[in-house]
């Protein structure tokens, strides 16, 4: 009997290995990644569902490297993470965008080639009243000679270096998105089995979106080009359609809603933060990997995201991401600043 292919059951392990069997010279380092990313995602979806029951709610009481006050499941997802990836021998080091420095792999662990960076719960803030959350990685593929300790000189790496990335959505559902440069996949956790099942293959984003996610509240510390580039996406101007705007101010969510329905998400520099807000390594990069595999395009405004190359761990950049004819009216509107 001939079986559609299209409707059997794949897990994400399956996947991997499966994607894996295409490289022949592959060691099964970035795919054992992967899978213990995943594992991690399954059990802070654990932690996620039982907001409101356990003690996982409120402050932890103190702020991490950005100066922000830190949810306690900010604390509790950077630890199940570091304590997920950091003895499989894959990994010469890691950052979070919750601790200062370099996480090291403990001494008695083996190190291997390949450094991981990732935000462990964007849109924390949000976790208190049931908005969705999310956790965003990268990986890359260290620089540095021998098996010692990772540098910064391994993480301070363009995004177009990287060799994975991806994102976890906590919402209605689990969603598990990642890419390896060949496209992006999305996998929903089915809970009753614990197991993350194929449900996006092959993601591709509409050329142009219906949805607008920029936190209008800024709108009087914008330069004045953004804000006619703002004008222009709600048709203000009479020179397109109004689009849709849909801003929940959790990251990934935003991103995730326009990744499938098509759209644009701006957080543009302001006089606040005249450098933009988002973090290049943590969340930037990652998501303009994604998209660009999916068709969409990521720019600061003048360039193209993955072509920035990084001078510390916490730089942060304004942030232009989405459906690709969508950004490109940005391009040109702020060409000229």
């Known amino acids: 009997m001939v079986r559609n292919t299209y409707t059997s059951v794949v897990t994400i392990e399956r996947y991997i290995i499966e994607q894996e069997r295409l490289h022949p010279q592959a060691t099964g380092a970035l795919s054992g990644i992967l899978q213990d990313l995943a594992l991690a995602a399954k059990m802070i979806a654990s932690k996620v569902r039982l907001a409101g029951l356990v003690d996982v709610l409120g402050e932890h009481g103190t702020e991490n490297v950005q100066g922000e006050s830190q949810k306690k499941l900010d604390v509790i997802s950077n630890d199940i993470i570091v304590k997920a990836m950091d003895h499989g021998g894959r990994l010469c080091a890691m950052a979070s965008e919750e601790e200062e420095g370099i996480i090291p792999i403990p001494e008695q662990f083996r190190r291997g080639n390949y450094v991981l960076l990732f935000d462990p719960l964007d849109g924390s803030s ?26 910064l000189a391994d993480m301070l790496q363009s995004g177009y270096k990287q060799v994975a990335a991806g994102y976890v959505v906590y919402g209605s559902s689990t969603m598990m998105v990642y890419t390896t440069g ?14 993350f099942l194929l449900s996006h293959p092959d993601i591709k984003t509409p050329e142009q979106g219906r949805y607008l996610s920029v936190n209008e509240a800024y709108e009087q510390h914008w330069e004045d ?15 397109r359609e109004a689009m849709n705007v849909r801003y929940i101010g959790s990251l990934v969510a935003d991103f995730h809603r ?9 957080y543009p520099a302001n006089a606040k933060s005249p450098t933009g807000k988002l973090r290049l390594l ?24 993955l072509d920035i190359q990084p001078t510390h761990l916490h730089q942060r950049s304004p942030y232009f991401i989405g459906s690709k004819a969508d950004v490109a009216i940005a391009a040109e509107m702020l060409a000229s600043s």
Do not use: W
């Open 282 to 305: 943590y969340e930037c990069n990652p998501l303009a990997f994604i998209c660009e595999q999916a068709g969409g395009l990521a720019i600061d405004g003048h360039q193209r995201i």
């Open 182 to 195: 060949q496209g992006a996949h999305g996998f929903t956790l089915d809970p009753s089995i614990g197991e």
């Open 225 to 239: 080009n953004v804000r006619q580039l703002i004008r222009r996406y709600r048709g203000m101007d009479g020179k």
């Open 126 to 151: 949000n976790i208190d009243v049931n908005v969705p959350v999310g956790t965003i990685f990268s990986v890359l593929r260290r620089v540095t000679k021998g098996n010692g300790v990772g540098t």
């Open 258 to 266: 326009n990744l499938l329905g098509g759209g644009l998400f701006a």
